[in-house]
């Protein structure tokens, strides 16, 4: 198998391990070494050969998927990608596995619609690797090729017109997330004021699970978190996560902003994307805004931030330190997008100076 990743499926169903299986044949750099219907064949497994990627359902016969997680997190810990088809109150237990130690949720592949199944082979796909690459990191391997991305934000919004943003008091943070965001995002707004700058986020996350998230986080912290709908004001003390599966841009109206929800294809292989998002703060807000991008696989969001900056906005960039993976923070960083790069503790006390003083 050479340097093929190799991936465990642990789920119920016989026709779920399938469509995984062939999901994750199709790609050269992976290799499924494996299936399990319950937990306890998946150990029997594991103990022949470690995979570097388990992927794991929650509801299962004789144990569950957070029970199991919790037992590999404590005796041979495996980078875990939860694969999940829980959805409203459910995807809070698919939330709990993060907590537990899982990288990364994904929805199940719904064999309808043929553009739903290529978008959701795409997703499941780029999880696995981003998981992978994390493990890799660890070990000071080499990682996998980044994917080439598809479409830009050219797709869903035109680059913005160079033009001299007057400033105002209203400030706005935009932030852009993905694999080991969900716990990066707990620590950044945890740390954030109540009186903060109106917050933008987008986590790449499935349909389903962001309200669940935008809840936990909302118990968490001091300021109110929520998940974005169409028109929702961008206010002080508030968080606005994107809906998973849609788009999300900031948009201004006289002084004031606002969140547009779209429709559209994905952007840089996400939807949503942190590209368009960062492209709408460049056009809307400018040296009003500012950006962070933080950990994940891939390049989305880099060639945002960079637009960012250039209409004036301030621009952050988590360190490779506090990444679960260094990848959309290094693009960034690569080509110049970022003011500064600072590890994830500092980031909300440096945007607190950014909305006081001006940064």
Request: with cysteine; charged share 25%.
């Amino acid at each position: 198998m050479g340097k093929k990743i190799k991936v465990l499926i642990v789920d119920d169903s016989a026709v779920v391990r399938q469509t995984l299986t062939e999901i994750l044949s199709s790609d050269p750099a992976i290799a499924v070494i494996g299936t399990a219907a319950d937990p306890f064949i998946a150990a029997e497994k594991i103990k022949e050969e470690v995979p570097d990627v388990l992927t794991l359902d929650i509801e299962m016969p004789r144990m569950d998927g957070i029970t199991f997680l919790q037992k590999i997190m404590s005796q041979h810990p495996i980078p875990v990608v939860i694969c999940s088809s829980l959805a409203g109150e459910g995807s809070e237990t698919a939330l709990k596995a993060i907590e537990c130690g899982a990288v990364e949720i994904i929805q199940k592949p719904y064999l309808g619609a043929r553009r739903f199944f290529e978008e959701s082979k795409i997703h499941i796909i780029d999880v696995v690797k981003a998981a992978s690459l994390a493990h890799l990191r660890r070990l000071g391997n080499k990682a996998p090729d980044r994917p080439e991305p598809k479409l830009t934000a050219d797709a869903i919004l035109s680059r913005p017109v160079k033009v001299s943003m007057v400033k105002t008091t209203e400030k706005v943070v935009a932030v852009g997330a993905s694999t080991g965001g969900t716990e990066a995002l707990r620590v950044l707004l945890e740390g954030m004021p109540v009186d903060c700058p109106g917050m933008a986020i987008v986590q790449h996350m499935p349909e389903h699970f962001t309200g669940a998230f935008a809840r936990r986080l909302n118990g968490l912290c001091a300021v109110e978190v929520k998940e974005a709908e169409d028109g929702d004001p961008i206010l002080r003390g508030r968080a606005l996560i994107a809906p998973g599966g849609r788009h999300m841009l900031v948009k201004r109206s006289g002084a004031r902003y606002y969140v547009e929800i779209r429709n559209g294809p994905l952007v840089c292989r996400h939807r949503p994307s942190v590209d368009v998002l960062f492209r709408s703060a460049a056009r809307y807000a400018g040296r009003n805004a500012a950006g962070v991008i933080m950990t994940g696989m891939g390049d989305d969001g880099a060639r945002g931030l960079l637009e960012m900056k250039e209409a004036g906005a301030y621009t952050i960039a988590q360190d490779e330190e506090t990444s679960v993976v260094f990848g959309m923070p290094r693009e960034a960083i690569k080509i110049g997008a970022a003011d500064k790069v600072l590890a994830l503790g500092t980031i909300a006390e440096n945007l607190s100076l950014f909305a006081t003083k001006n940064l």
